[in-house]
C-alpha cells in the first residue's frame, strides 16, 4: 500500500522531503557515475587534447621566429593537467546524462507548461553552448599570437602548461555561455518577465554590450577575433527579439480571442 501511494505521488508530482532526498541521492550518483565513466574516456584523449591545445604554441615558432614552449613547472604539473583535461572531456561527453538527471529530478516539481520551457531551453541551450566553446576555440591562435608577441624578440615564449590551460578553459566557458544569453532572453519572454518590445528597444545597449564583452575576451587589437566572436552574438540577440515578437504576438491574439468571448457573454 505505501508503494502504491509513493507510485502516485511521482506520478503526481508530489514527494516527501524524505523522497526529494532519495531521488536527489540517486540521480546525483547516476551523474557522478556517468562523469567518471566520461573522465576515464577523456584520460585516454587527454594526450590528443593536449596536442591540440599545444598547436598555438608551437606555432609561435614559425610566426614569430622564437623557442616556444609548454613548460611544467611541478613533478605532478603533467600529471595534474591530464587529469583536469580527462575531468573537462568527461563533463562534456557524459553531459547527455547528467542533464537527463537534472531533468528527470525536477521534472515531478513542473507543471506542464514550464516542462514545456524547460525541454526547450535544455535542447536548445546545450548546441548554442557548445557552438560557443567552438568558437572561443576558433580564435584562440589568434589571441595566443597576439598577446605572445608582445615579448622582446629575442626571448623564448616559456608558457606554463597549467596556466595556459586555465586561460583556454575560461576563455572557451565564458564564450559558450554568453551563446547562452540569448535563450535565457526567450525563456523570460516566454514567462512573462520581459517583453519583445523592450527586447528590441535595447538593442544599441545590447550590441555595445556585445562589443565590450568581446574586446574584453579578445586582445583589443585582435579585430579579427573580435569580429569572429561579435558577429553571432548579435544575430543570435536578434534571433532571441524576433522570436520573443512572435510568441507576444500570438499572446495577443488569444488574449483579444478571449475578451472577445467575454464580451459576448456578457
Given at each position: ?5 509513493k ?16 531521488e ?9 557515475l ?9 584520460w ?105 608577441s608582445?615579448?622582446p ?38 514567462a ?5 518590445k ?8 545590447a550590441?555595445?554590450?556585445v ?8 586582445p583589443?587589437?585582435?579585430?579579427m ?25 500570438r ?16
Amino acid at each position: 500500500m505505501a508503494t502504491l501511494t509513493k507510485e502516485k505521488s511521482a506520478r503526481d508530482g508530489k514527494m516527501s522531503l524524505g523522497g526529494h532526498l532519495i531521488e536527489f541521492r540517486k540521480r546525483l550518483v547516476r551523474a557522478a557515475l556517468g562523469i567518471l565513466v566520461g573522465a576515464v574516456v577523456g584520460w585516454f584523449l587527454s594526450a590528443s587534447v593536449l596536442d591540440v591545445l599545444r598547436v598555438p604554441i608551437t606555432a609561435i615558432a614559425e610566426a614569430q621566429g622564437r623557442s616556444s614552449e609548454l613548460n611544467f613547472t611541478t613533478i605532478s604539473e603533467a600529471f595534474d593537467l591530464r587529469m583536469q583535461i580527462a575531468i573537462t572531456v568527461g563533463v562534456v561527453i557524459s553531459s547527455p546524462i547528467w542533464l537527463y538527471q537534472v531533468w528527470a529530478f525536477l521534472m515531478p516539481g513542473l507543471r506542464a507548461k514550464e516542462k514545456k520551457y524547460a525541454i526547450g531551453f535544455v535542447a536548445t541551450a546545450v548546441p548554442l553552448f557548445l557552438a560557443g566553446c567552438a568558437a572561443g576555440f576558433l580564435v584562440l591562435p589568434n589571441m595566443v599570437a597576439l598577446l605572445t608577441s608582445f615579448a622582446p624578440s629575442d626571448s623564448a615564449a616559456i608558457i606554463s602548461a597549467k596556466g595556459y590551460y586555465d586561460f583556454v578553459l575560461k576563455l572557451v566557458l565564458a564564450i559558450g555561455i554568453a551563446f547562452v544569453v540569448p535563450v535565457v532572453l526567450v525563456l523570460m519572454n516566454f514567462a512573462g518577465v520581459v517583453s519583445a518590445k523592450s527586447i528590441l528597444a535595447s538593442w544599441r545597449i545590447a550590441i555595445l554590450v556585445v562589443i565590450m564583452f568581446t574586446a574584453i575576451a579578445t586582445p583589443a587589437a585582435d579585430v579579427m577575433s573580435m569580429f569572429l566572436l561579435a558577429v553571432p552574438m548579435i544575430c543570435l540577440y536578434f534571433i532571441a527579439a524576433f522570436i520573443a515578437w512572435l510568441h507576444d504576438r500570438r499572446m495577443k491574439k488569444i488574449s483579444d480571442r478571449i475578451d472577445a468571448e467575454l464580451a459576448g457573454m456578457l
